[in-house]
């Protein structure tokens, strides 16, 4: 009997300490690819997945640890951002795939020229951000690194080659603090593209930044995450039987402190930073989800939106449009996108590559402000345009000099000429209306008809709005 108790509890000991190996072995393993697991996790959140590059939030740690650096060392820190010229075109032309080879071939290039990848990330799209220190001649480093760029690479047996844009500061000369001197590289950046300049340094007279207007960005790019932007809406008003069947949409602030902001006061500074993306996008889906909620009444409207040279300059813009048209559940013949002439002028291959997708997703185009800047006619007769809209400082004086009401006639005849319908803005008095409407203008708009209003009070102004108080008796 002892001697049988004596060889159980032998052998549970025995099967005891086997499982505790076993366990053990089990949790050292299992240990093992759940510290792994977490480093892997901790790596793809901070490296872009396609380049394996550091990604923006990485780029932006290591700047803010370079920026302290150096302040104690007393040496300075540059930081640049680089931009692909036309990498749309390529992408459309080749495709994505071939897109996403071509900046995996410039990332490990950029690497390479920069001894490593701690120095180089890649911010989204494609963008690309660098970081150097105590370096005695930062142009001549990005000058080097655009050429690189620019040598030919084989993509799918295809030889291609491709510039960049770089715009860049240098801290603590041109400030101290990361966000800030990323927006003032991102303004550069977009001066040298603008301008085609390859490599720009930061300078003040490039952008409206001062200290009020840092803080003024910051503050939007709160407003749009928490709504405090809203939209107004304007008629605009067929001047042959004085019918509505179209609205411009128009973004305000609802600033909680200054109260309502025009966008005067902020869409110029947004225009100079990536934030101009988020706002149009940001219009753009609101808009849509007006226009379903505006009644029945207005059931076959049209909207206007406005987009700047930046959106235009953005790879997948025409993409973004006509996903949040299928989000939204609207036809795209409902939708407007209004571009100024200037926009137009601003890159213009890229702009017409831009507008020709549009178009081919059933998206109607219309060139705002006309009449102001030097668009080739010969350049707008290739363009998918379906609406010209005469600048204001024409219309509002055009009873007062005759030049002006030249110019206003003679764009009315050029664009029918070239098949457009055309709109004329800031009509203010009657007398404005008539001419007008002897010179064969399509569209009128402005506060002779009413003033912008809030969405929610749209609906029952067009329920009692009456066509036929807007015609000129005489029609």
């Not at 799918?156 to 240098?170: C, K, M, N, R, T």
């Not at 085609?196 to 995450?225: K, M």
């Amino acid at each position: 009997m002892g001697a049988g108790l004596s060889l159980l509890y032998r052998n549970l000991a025995v099967g005891l300490g086997v499982l505790y190996v076993l366990l053990f072995g089990i949790s050292y393993s299992v240990g093992r690819r759940l510290r792994r697991q977490v480093r892997l996790n901790q790596y793809m959140a901070e490296h872009d997945a396609l380049t394996d590059l550091p990604n923006r939030e990485l780029f932006h740690q290591r700047a803010e640890a370079e920026l302290q650096r150096g302040a104690g060392m007393g040496v300075a820190t540059m930081i640049a951002i680089i931009d692909l010229d036309r990498f749309k075109e390529i992408n459309d032309t080749l495709g994505h795939p071939n897109g996403d080879q071509l900046l995996i071939a410039l990332g490990a290039r950029l690497r390479e020229q920069l001894g490593g990848p701690d120095a180089l990330a890649r911010l989204g799209g494609d963008e690309f951000g660098v970081l150097l220190s105590d370096v005695d001649e930062p142009e001549l480093m990005l000058q080097q690194l655009r050429r690189a760029i620019e040598e030919e690479i084989n993509i799918d047996h295809l030889p291609l080659s491709v510039e960049a844009s770089f715009g860049y500061v240098v801290a603590p000369e041109q400030g101290t603090d990361v966000d800030t001197l990323m927006q003032l590289a991102d303004v550069a950046m977009y001066t040298a593209k603008s301008r085609h300049l390859g490599v720009v340094r930061y300078h003040e007279s490039q952008s409206h930044y001062n200290a009020s207007n840092l803080a003024l960005v910051a503050e939007l790019r709160h407003a749009i995450d928490v709504n405090e932007l809203v939209l107004y809406y304007q008629p605009k008003v067929r001047v042959s039987d004085g019918r509505i069947d179209a609205v411009e949409a128009l973004v305000r602030w609802q600033h909680p402190d200054k109260g309502l902001v025009y966008p005067d006061d902020f869409i110029a500074l947004a225009e100079q930073t990536d934030l101009i993306d988020r706002l149009t996008t940001w219009v753009m889906k609101r808009t849509l989800e007006d226009l379903k909620n505006f009644g029945p009444g207005a059931r076959d409207l049209t909207v206007s939106v406005n987009v700047s040279a930046r959106n235009l300059g953005r790879a997948g813009f025409a993409a973004t449009v006509v996903d949040a048209l299928n989000t939204a559940g609207v036809a795209p013949e409902r939708l407007f996108i209004e571009v100024t002439e200037t926009t137009l002028m601003t890159d213009p291959d890229r702009a017409a590559v831009v507008l020709s997708d549009l178009d081919r997703g059933g998206v109607r185009l219309s060139i705002d402000d006309f009449g102001t800047g030097q668009t080739s006619l010969g350049y707008l007769s290739t363009l998918p345009i379906h609406e010209l809209k005469i600048d204001r400082s024409f219309i509002t004086d055009m009873m007062e000099h005759a030049a002006h009401a030249t110019i206003v006639h003679s764009i009315i005849v050029l664009g029918h000429n070239l098949g457009f319908s055309v709109v004329a803005e800031g009509v203010e008095t009657a007398e404005v209306l008539f001419d007008l409407t002897a010179t064969g203008c399509d569209v009128a708009q402005g506060y002779f008809f009413t003033r912008p209003m809030p969405a929610d009070e749209l609906a029952p102004w067009l329920t009692r709005y009456k066509p036929l108080d807007t015609v000129p008796a005489s029609s």
